[in-house]
């Protein structure tokens, strides 16, 4: 088969896929440029197209017209916990444990001196390698202000590790899905180890909320964090959230004693008494743009189910690691086949990692690099279709046929790689 028929056979399963998806049409719901393959969406999502009017009336109205009146008549003071709702419903957990608030690095200092609160007497928190520098960052900084010691230990060897540390654990804290490789990891197991000998567990679903059949409830999970602007489409800068499951909340003792998550704020009492539930979790008043922003981002999730989504997520990424296969690109995947091990990205190995992504962004395809030589390309898949799958390998596949990416003005390297 010629290289013309190839792309032709792999073009017309691409449209008969996305012909029979369940989410056929979600791509309406999402304002992107006319020729573009957003293949970004796991560091930044795409703007949904429900936000700016949602935004705008609470700059005009909202804030512009009814001014302070706003935190009781647009229920501003809820806004938190109602998103959180929203987010507990797409990450698999029931209202009234999820909360959005400040950002995923000050959600984890809570969780990680939280769960040491909870675990009294237990000194170690047990945590990924290879996880994403600001896990690494704040759990070290939070387990040292905690008197707790943080010792480093992949994934794979996880549940081994637990039963060796036995009751001296306090916290295992790991990330669902790899953010660079979009390998997924048994938080199941891990979870489940970490309770055989009673200590906690944290999920980071940073990379999966919004594209994987998450469960926190069902995966017994005690605390979780993540973000809303990569999958959840919150927007740059948007909120992160913080799950604490019920069984917890009672006795959670977070640091940031700020008075949004007072019992009573507005008796502005000089002494701290923790509000009841979820709402402990918030610490001061928070950017009510970006949240409403979010929740806005939220309703392209309405009426979908998280398997379909997971679905879709699998059926995109196999369709480009197909069409990889069958066009004879030779490149090294540092993403699992296996799709029970794949997150919704597919991530490349290439020496010149960077100027390949480059290559690619100059012919409308945006991806992104992460050290040392990963093309990291995320499958959004409410608006990243089978033929975007297809085309996007074309793509990648005349680059690396044209050279492209030894052209010297790919190489030069902004601020934000």
Known sequence: MTTVQTHDALLARAERADAESPLRGTRDLFDLPDGLIYLDGNSLGALPRAVPAV????????????????????????????????????????????????????????????????????HVVLTDPDSFPTDLYMTESAAALAGLEVRRVHPRDAVAAIAEIGEALALASYSSVDYRTGEVWDLRAITSAAHAVGALACWDLCHSAGVLEVDLDAGGADLAVGCGYKYLNGGPGAPAFLYVAQRHQDDFDQPLTGWQGHARPFEMRPDYEPAPGI????????????????????????????????????????????????????????????????????SLRHPEAFAVVQALIARGVIGDFREPDIIRLGFAPLYVTHVDAVRAAVHVKEVLDGREYERPEFAERGAVT
């Open 55 to 122: 935004v705008d009336d609470v700059m005009h109205r909202q804030w512009g017209e009814r001014l302070i009146r706003s935190w009781n008549e647009a229920d501003w003071w809820g806004a938190q916990t109602r998103v959180g709702d929203a987010v507990g419903h797409i990450v698999g957990a029931a209202p009234g444990q999820v909360v959005v608030t400040d950002s995923t690095s000050v959600n984890l200092f809570k969780a990680v001196v939280g769960a040491g609160r909870l675990r009294p007497g237990r």
């Open 279 to 346: 709402t402990r979790a918030r610490v001061g008043t928070p950017p009510l743009l970006s949240v409403l922003a979010l929740e806005a981002a939220l309703t392209a999730y309405d009426g979908l189910s998280p398997a379909d989504v997971r679905a879709v997520s699998l059926s995109v990424t196999g369709t480009f690691v197909d069409a990889l296969d069958e066009l004879g690109v030779d490149l090294p995947l540092a993403t699992p086949r296996d799709p029970a091990r794949r997150g919704s990205q597919v």
